[in-house]
Each structure stands twice: as C-alpha cells, then as structure tokens.
C-alpha cells in the first residue's frame, strides 16, 4: 500500500472508508519516534510471523527481551526472540527521519555483527530478565506464556547461544513507511546472506479521530526461497545421559547418575537440552514441571558443573522459600531470581548439591498435588 491508500469497510451493503493517519503523538508514545517503538514494545505479535514464514506450520512469534538493548555504547530499539530461539533486532525509523535511508542498514548490521560479542554466555539472558524484573515479572513466566507451559529456560537459551553461534539472527527495519532504496537494500541483503534474515515492517494507521485505530504490518524483502535456505541450517540438538556423564569429573558424573536413577525411580521425567538436563516432577494436572537442572562446565558460561534446585514453578508454595531458607547458607550456594538456587559443584559444593537435589526429589508428592 502506498502513504495514501485508504482501507474500507463493508457493513450492511454499504461501503465505508478508513483513511491512513500518520503514527499520533501521545496514543503510544509522548513523541512520534517513540510511538513507534512503544506500540512493538506492547504488541510484538504485530510483527507478522505469517508473512515472514508462510510456509511453515509454526511461524515465529516473538516476545520482547527488551527494549534499549545496551550494545557498543549504543542502544538498539528493541530486542526479541521468536520460539526457536532466534533473535530478532528492530530499529523503528519514521520515514520523515533522515535516518530512515542507508544509515539505518548500517547501523543494524553493525548490531547484529556485534551480538555475539555482547550478548553470549547469558548476557542476553541477563539483559532481558532485568527489564522484566522492572516490570515486576519473572522472565522464565514470561516465557512460559509466550510459548508454552512445558518450555525448558536454560534450554531455550542455550539455543539462543547456539543460534548466535551460527549467526541465526533476524534484523527488522520498522518504520510507517520504507523509501524505495531502503526497500531494494532489504531484499537484496536477505537474498545474500546465508544465516541471517533481513527484513522491513510497514506498519499503517488508518482511522478517524475518535475512532479506534487500525493497524496493518506488512513484511518487506522475505522470498521464499531466501527463508527455506536459512532455515537448512541445522539447529542445535540435544545432548544424552552418557555425553552429560562424560563431560564432568568422576566425583559428578556419579553425582548426576544416581540423581538421574532416583528420579526416573520415582516417575519423573528426564528431558535433556543442548548440554544440560532438567528433572521434571509430574503435578497435578498431569503436566511434567522442571524442579532441577543438572549442568557441565561450560554452560551459561559457568566454569564448574553446577545445578539449580529450581522454585520458579513452584511460586504460590512454600517449596521456593524452603530452598532459600536451607540451602542458601551451605557452601557454593547463591541465589538464582526470586525463586530458586544454584549450586557450584566443586569442593564443599558437591556435598550442597546432594542435600539440594534429595531436598527437591523429595517434593514429588506434594507437587503432584500442585494444580
């Protein structure tokens, strides 16, 4: 669509048009710049998954990380991440803004070939769960709710890390409107790049004043072909019980073994990831919640194997403040967000994570009775 088209609507035979407005001042945002970045910063679905990916059965959805990413000095307007772990970086340009032309190309570039540096070994992580901590939220509950009950946290981020890795990342140029010569650098740059995707949103404002608004996003520069080649490559996969055992010291490696045995002993399920594995206890809907993490050297940058007796769904009990309140003062113990503990598995440690790990086992009955 063009500036100036308009949208119309049909009701009872008659025919009735919506004008395009330009982003207000003051409906998402104090400033027009800003009312562009405020209304993804609240509605991130508005970035078309379908149009991105419509091949596919399970497009992206995308929940905000944060917004004003620190990055080099800089601040990127918006971070995201989709369901497979792929980070998504928005600069919101209005096309009145000179910066709207090639400087924006650049400078998300820029972004993106910096991420890695700045983002991995949990940076991200971190980044995202201090923005929804101001929000008085728990980012693993926000994740849980973008994409599901059952969705494994440190899991999830070691597939970020992985896709960083290997430069799986997306790049959006938002803007109410894209100039030509920005709209050939996106389709051209999409077509070239082998990891990454580099794409434009127009998102239009129709209505009258008074009147709700109407907004409609269309994704610039995806082709088909482009998006099934990114997609060819391989996603990070998943470790097993003897690669776990082998990648940590004797002592450990006996440790997880017999934690592992006592859990599927007691009906518990074992769900591994990239390098780590979580425990699940069944509650009493029926539905596995991840109590205990068990993790290698080398994961979320930890130099030591280390656990976490993990509380976060388990909020709402008494069990969250149980672990505080009696592994905390044990050696190599600190706490991890609001609801849980980790245990550094070395020296004093090991034994800590003994007494964590029957501590959370023993839990299985009353979680089952956990609604």
Same mark, same amino acid.
């Given at each position: 669509m063009d500036a100036g088209d308009d949208i119309y609507i #049909?009701?009872?035979?008659?025919?009735?048009?919506? !004008?395009?407005?330009?982003?207000?001042?003051?409906?998402f945002g104090a400033k027009l710049e800003d009312a562009l970045q405020s209304i993804l910063q609240q509605y991130p679905e508005l970035i078309p998954g379908r149009q991105i990916a419509p091949d596919e059965e399970e497009p992206p959805r995308f929940l905000l990380l944060r917004r004003e990413m620190p990055l080099s000095g800089w601040s990127l307007d918006l971070l995201l991440v989709d369901q497979r772990g792929v980070l998504t970086l928005v600069e919101a340009k209005l096309i009145q803004n000179p910066e709207s032309r090639r400087d924006v190309i650049g400078q998300? =570039?820029?972004?993106?070939?910096?991420?890695?540096?700045?983002?991995?070994?949990?940076?991200?992580?971190q980044y995202a769960a201090e923005y929804w901590n101001r929000q008085g939220r728990e980012l693993d509950e926000v994740l849980r709710e973008a994409f599901g009950v059952d969705i494994d946290p440190d899991?999830?981020?070691?597939?970020?890390?992985?896709?960083?890795?290997?430069?799986?990342?997306?790049m959006i140029i938002a803007g109410d409107a894209?100039?030509?010569? #920005?709209?050939?650098?996106?389709?051209?740059?999409?077509?070239e790049m082998q990891n990454a995707e580099v794409l434009g949103l127009e998102l239009k404002c129709y209505g009258r004043e008074g009147e709700p608004v109407v907004m409609v996003p269309a994704i610039i520069g995806h082709s088909v072909q482009a998006s099934r080649a990114k997609r060819t490559v391989s996603a990070p996969g998943t470790t097993d019980?003897?690669?776990?055992?082998?990648?940590?010291?004797?002592? #450990?490696?006996?440790?997880?073994?017999?934690?592992?045995?006592?859990?599927?002993?007691?009906g518990m399920v074992l769900s591994f990831g990239e390098k780590g594995l979580s425990i699940r206890a069944i509650n009493g809907k029926g539905a596995p919640v991840s =109590?205990?993490?068990?993790?290698?050297?080398?994961?979320?940058?930890?130099?030591? !194997?280390f656990l976490h007796a993990y509380g976060t769904y388990l909020k709402g009990t008494d069990i969250p403040q149980q672990l505080v309140n009696e592994l905390l003062p044990l050696p190599g113990a600190r706490k991890y967000g609001d609801y849980s503990v980790e245990v550094t598995l070395a020296g004093a440690g090991l034994d800590t994570g003994k007494k964590a790990a029957e501590l959370m086992l023993s839990f299985r009955d009353r979680i089952a009775q956990i609604m």
């Open positions: #049909v009701t009872d035979g008659t025919l009735r048009t919506l !004008p395009s407005v330009q982003m207000r001042e003051g409906l998300i =570039i820029e972004y993106a070939a910096n991420a890695f540096e700045l983002w991995a070994s949990g940076a991200a992580r899991s999830f981020w070691e597939t970020v890390e992985a896709n960083l890795r290997q430069g799986r990342i997306r894209l100039r030509p010569e #920005v709209r050939r650098m996106i389709e051209y740059l999409n077509g019980r003897a690669t776990v055992l082998g990648s940590v010291p004797e002592p #450990v490696a006996a440790f997880f073994n017999d934690v592992m045995d006592k859990a599927q002993d007691l =109590i205990l993490y068990l993790f290698p050297p080398g994961t979320l940058g930890r130099r030591e !194997p």
